[in-house]
């Protein structure tokens, strides 16, 4: 997992808070100095926070648990919406739903309505229905994809929040804190950071700046699911008996025959040693003189 550098920070404007009349000052350890009226972030800090919240993400991926972002600010939108489809998770780039975490059964009953009118658009019965009725059921197919349509796979509670300003996602805060779930977040000097689990002191209204840190997530969450799968390959391949790792029966009949043929070697062997000490080394001297008799007598029958 690559370490965000201090110069990719800063040119990103992550640095840039709001103006000092517009502070929190729950956020007084996380601002470097004031200039010009603005408040600056201390990057320092910034990039343990990031590490820290990529490493957990890392983490909580790798047990193979769902992590929903939420980022319904105009800047946040595309950019969430790309880079979090990438890697498979659920977003929320359109209003928050209410309810969304507290009243999740609602929800799901919402998201199988869609796949109820996908089904009864492709049955035969909708060709009878008018154009009036046909008309209201594809909006309202639209409408519930526009706010659900990202959340599909998400057929339970998330293990976690990544929120993009949770001044502006204070419902979704509030939902989260109430069922216990975690929350990541970009903490602006203007919000208030209590209640927030991992906090990432940045700018949340520069494109660039999210654009970054959501990218570093994004790619430890991707580590996380790389990291998962080659474990579970792994624990497959453990669990597969002799036979099924080798191709074929003749590999199996190959090494039985090969098993039976060491084994046949290992009983010459112990058999010669068995005979060996039974004899003792003056018979097995007597039995060399013998041998070396014989051999003259032949000689000597020739000659």
């Known amino acids: 997992m690559p370490r965000t550098e201090f110069k990719q920070l800063l040119d990103a404007g992550v640095h840039f808070g709001h103006l000092k009349r517009k502070w929190n000052p729950a956020m007084a350890p996380y601002i470097f100095m004031e200039k010009n009226g603005i408040h600056i972030i201390d990057l320092q800090k ?39 489809t990438a890697i498979n998770m659920p977003y929320v780039a359109e209003r928050w739903p209410g309810g969304m975490l507290t009243n999740f059964p609602t929800i799901r009953k919402a998201v199988k309505k869609m796949s109820s009118i996908d089904k009864m658009i492709k049955d035969t019965a909708w060709d009878n229905m008018s154009k009036r009725e046909k008309l209201q059921i594809t909006r309202q197919r639209a409408k519930l994809e526009k706010v659900l349509g990202s959340i599909v796979d998400l057929t339970r509670l998330p293990a976690a929040l990544f929120i993009v300003d949770v001044l502006k996602e204070k419902i979704a805060v509030r939902e989260a804190q109430r069922l216990s779930i975690p929350i990541f977040a970009m903490v602006d000097t203007n919000s208030n950071p209590e209640g927030i689990d991992f906090i990432i002191p940045s700018n949340d209204d520069a494109s660039q700046s999210i654009d970054l840190i959501i990218t570093t997530m994004c790619e430890a969450i991707k580590d996380g699911l790389s990291d998962r799968k080659v474990e579970r390959e792994k624990d497959e391949t453990d669990e597969k008996p002799l036979a099924l790792k080798k191709s074929g029966r003749k590999s199996v009949v190959k090494i039985i025959v090969e098993d039976d043929a060491e084994e046949a070697d290992e009983k010459e062997e112990l058999a010669d040693d068995t005979i060996a000490d039974l004899l003792g080394d003056d018979d097995l001297l007597e039995d060399e003189a013998i041998d070396e008799d014989l051999a003259d007598e032949d000689a000597l029958d020739v000659k």
């Open 46 to 84: 910034t990039i343990v926070k990031i590490d820290e919240a990529a490493e957990a993400l890392k983490q909580i991926s790798r047990s193979g648990r769902k992590i929903l972002f939420v980022a319904t600010k105009k800047q946040a939108k595309s950019i969430v919406a790309e880079k979090v």
